[in-house]
C-alpha cells in the first residue's frame, strides 16, 4: 500500500494555522498586526543592542576579548537547551498521546514511521519557535559584529536546526517512557510539577548565589584562573557546546567542519533511536494514555470552610466562587504556578534587601523614598503579569460551559463579580504584602507606608478589573490550556494597558511625594498640603476608573456572546 | 408555555433560522425535525438564551428570555447535544453548583441530588471527578442537573445521543411523566422511531423554516401522505427521497 506524504499527514496543522493567520488578519485588521509587529520589533531591537554593545566592547579588550563571547554563546545556547528539553517534554505529552487527532491518524493505515516523524516535527515547531525567535537577534548581534556576512544566516540555520531537532527528540523519548508507566494524565500533572519547581529551583539558585559580585574586581583572585575557567568548554558533549564552536569558527574564519558534522550526524542518530523506541513502545503507551485519572474525592474540605466563610452571600454566587477555587486547586497546571510564584516573591524581597541603601547618610533617606515609591511600579508590573496567568484566563475557560450559565437564571454580573472577588482578593493580599514587607525592610516613614499601602490596593483593584475586562473582550474559548491563553493579542493589550495605568499613577503622585521628599530633605514641617490631596484625589479616581470601565465593558460583552 | 414569534437568526448573510412562528402548549412533548443543519439546534439554543436572536422573540410561559431572562430561565431546563461539563468537579458538586445558579440549596436539594443520582444510576460515581465519566454518564449528569431545579419546561437537543438502552428508556418514561404532570418537553431528534413513539405534536424544520408543524396525523393529511410512515413523510418533505441508491454510494 502506498504510504501518504508526511506532507499529507501533516496538513491539517498546517492548514489550520494558515487559516487562523487568516482569521486573524480579517478579524483585528492591520491594527493588531502593526502592534505585535512593533512589540516583537521592539523586543528584537532590545536585545540586539545590549548584546551588540557587550560585544563591540569586548572585542575590544585584550586577551579576554575573544574568550567570553564565545563563552556568552555557549551559555545562552545551553540554557536554550535546557529550556528546550523540559518544553518537548511536555509539548510530546500532547502531540503524541493527548491530541484530538490521534484517533483519526491512530486508526488510518498510516505507517509508525510517518507517525513518528509527524508528531516529532510538531513537538519541535511548538516548542522552539520561541527559542528559534529569540535566537535570531542573538545571531544577528554575532554576525554584525563579527561582520559574518549574509552567508551567516545560513551557516548559522545549519548549526542551530540540529540543536533544536535533538532536545526534540530527547523529550519525545523521555514522555514516550513515563507514559509507559504513569497514565498521560498523571505524566501531565507530575511534568507540570517537575518542570515548574525546576525553574523555581534554578531562579532561587541563580539569585542565591548573587552574581552581580562577579563584577567586583575584588572578586577576581587571579587573571590567570580566570582566563583558564574560559577557555575550558563547559561540556564537550553537550550539542550546545558544538554549535557555539561552530558558530565562532565560521566568525573567527577559522572554519572546523567537525562540529557541524557531530550536530548532524548526533542528530540523524537520536531520530533513528527515538523512532525504534516508538516503534516498540508507542502503542502500549497510547493504550494506557486512553486511562482516565480517576480520582475519588470525598473532599468537603472547600465546602466546609470557603462556604462557611461566604455564607452571607447568595447561593448562586457562593457556589460559583467555590466553584472556580474547586477547578483551580484540582488543576495540577493551573496550581502548581504557585510555586514559581513564591520563589519570585522571595527573590522579589531578596533583591529589595540586598541593596546598599542604609548608610546613616541625609542622601539615604531620599533613596530610600525614592526606591519605596518606584517599588509600587515594580510591584505593580508583577502583579499585572500574575493577572495575566490567572484572572485574564477565566472568561474563556468558562467557553465550553458557557451553555450551562447562559440557560440557567445566573445573572451576568453575579458571574462577574465572583470572578472578580476570586481573583482579585488573592492578588490584593499578595500585592499588599509584597508592598508592606518591602517598605518594612527599607524602614520607610509612616507617610511612605500609609501612601504605597493605598496606591497598591487601588492599583490591585483596577489591574484585577483590566485582567477580567480585557479576558472578556478577546476571549479564547477555543483554548483549553489556561497557559496559552495570556500569549494572545488580547494579554499582550492587556499588559499595555496596565503599563499606562502604572504609569499614570507613578506620574500623578510623583509630585506630592516629591514635595515630602523635599521638605524632609530641606528640614521642613512633614505634612499633607491641599496640593498633595489632590494628587492623591487625581490617582485615586484614575484607578477607580480603570476599574469601573473595564468590568462595565467586560459585562455588555459577554452579554453578546453566543455559542 | 413556549412561544416563538417570527424568530430569525442569521449568521453574516447566511440565514440559520428564518422567520419562524410556533406554540408548544402546556403538558405537550414536543418534537422538532430536520435534515442535519436545517436549523434546528440553533432554534432550541435560542429558546435556551445562549443564541440572540436577529429578530422576533421566544416566551416561555409568557417571560421573554432575552427581555426577561432571570424570570424565563427559572422556568426552564436546557439539556444540549455536547456534554461540555467541569471536568474537575464530582458529579455531586456539578449538581449542587448548577442548583446554586437557580438560588436552591440546602437539605431539599442534597435529597435531590441523591434521588435523581439513584434514578440515573450514578451513586457510585458522585465523589468521582466528571473527568473520568463517560460520554454517556456525562449525558445522564447534565440530563439530572435540567431536572433538579423542576422546571416547567424542558428543551433537550438530541436526547438519546450516547445513552445505552436501558437508559433512554428510562429518559423517554421520565419525559413522558413529566408531560403527564403538566410539564412541557420541546425535543430536537434524528430519530424518527423516537419522535413517532413519543411526540404529541411534531414540527419540521428545512432550510431555517417549518415546513410542517402539528400532529403526525395532522401532517399526513396535510401532505396527503396516506398511512405513510414518518420516516417516508419526513423524507418527502425535506427531499431525502431523492438521495441516490444506497447501492450506488457504497460502489457495488
Known sequence: MIQPSLWHVLQPKWRTALQRLREERDNGGYGKMIIITGVGSLFWAGVFGVLYKILKTLRGVEDLGPLIPAKILGLVLLSFISILVLSNVITALSSFFLAKDLDLLVSAPVDWLRLYLAKLGETLIHSSWMVALMAVPILTAYGVVYKGGPLFALYALIAIVPMLVLPAVLGSALTLILVNIFPARRTRDLLSIIALGAAAGVILLFRIIRPEQLARPEGFRNLLDFLTVLRTPTSPFLPSEWSTKAIMGFLRHDFDPLPLILLWTTAAAFVTLGALLHRAMYAQGFTKAQEGAERFIRGGFWRWTVSGLLRGLPVAKREFVLKDIRLFFRDTTQWSQLILLAVLVVVYLFNIQALPLHRGEPVGFYYVNLVSFLNLGLAGFVLASIAARFIFPTVSLEGRQMWLLRSSPLDLKALLWSKYLVGTLPLLILGLLLTGLTNVLLEVSSFMMILSLATMAALTLAIGALALGFGALYPQFETENAAQIPTSFGGLVFMMATIALLAGVLVTLARAVYTYVRAAFDGQPLGVTPEMVGWFVAAAALCAAATVIPLRLALRRMETFEF | ?252
Open chain 2, 1 to 252: 408555555m413556549i412561544r416563538l414569534q417570527n424568530l430569525t437568526k442569521n449568521y453574516g448573510s447566511f440565514v440559520a433560522v428564518d422567520d419562524i412562528s410556533l406554540h408548544v402548549p402546556r403538558g405537550v412533548l414536543f418534537g422538532c425535525l430536520g435534515p442535519n443543519g436545517a436549523g434546528k439546534t440553533t432554534t432550541l439554543r435560542m429558546i435556551a438564551g445562549i443564541l440572540r436572536p436577529t429578530q422576533g422573540r421566544v416566551l416561555l410561559g409568557g417571560d421573554d428570555v432575552h427581555a426577561n431572562p432571570l424570570a424565563a430561565k427559572q422556568r426552564l431546563g436546557f439539556i444540549p447535544d455536547r456534554p461540555f461539563v467541569y471536568d474537575k468537579l464530582t458529579g455531586a458538586e456539578f449538581l449542587r453548583f448548577v442548583a446554586g445558579l437557580y438560588g436552591q440549596e440546602g437539605d431539599p436539594v442534597e435529597r435531590r441530588i441523591a434521588e435523581l443520582l439513584e434514578v440515573f444510576e450514578l451513586t457510585s460515581w458522585q465523589n468521582e471527578l466528571i473527568e473520568a465519566y463517560s460520554h454517556g454518564m456525562r449525558q445522564k449528569l447534565i440530563i439530572s442537573s435540567a431536572l433538579i431545579h423542576r422546571p416547567e419546561c424542558i428543551v433537550v437537543d438530541e436526547p438519546m445521543v450516547g445513552l445505552d438502552p436501558k437508559a433512554a428508556r428510562l429518559l423517554k418514561d421520565i419525559f413522558r411523566q413529566f408531560v403527564a404532570k403538566g410539564g412541557t418537553v420541546l425535543m430536537s431528534t434524528h430519530t424518527l422511531e423516537v419522535a413517532e413513539a413519543m411526540c404529541d405534536q411534531i414540527a419540521i424544520i428545512q432550510h431555517g423554516k417549518i415546513v410542517a408543524a402539528g400532529t403526525v396525523t395532522d401532517v399526513r393529511r396535510e401532505h396527503q401522505a396516506g398511512n405513510a410512515s414518518l420516516e417516508e413523510l419526513f423524507l418527502k418533505l425535506t427531499g431525502g427521497a431523492q438521495v441516490r441508491e444506497l447501492a450506488e454510494v457504497l460502489g457495488k
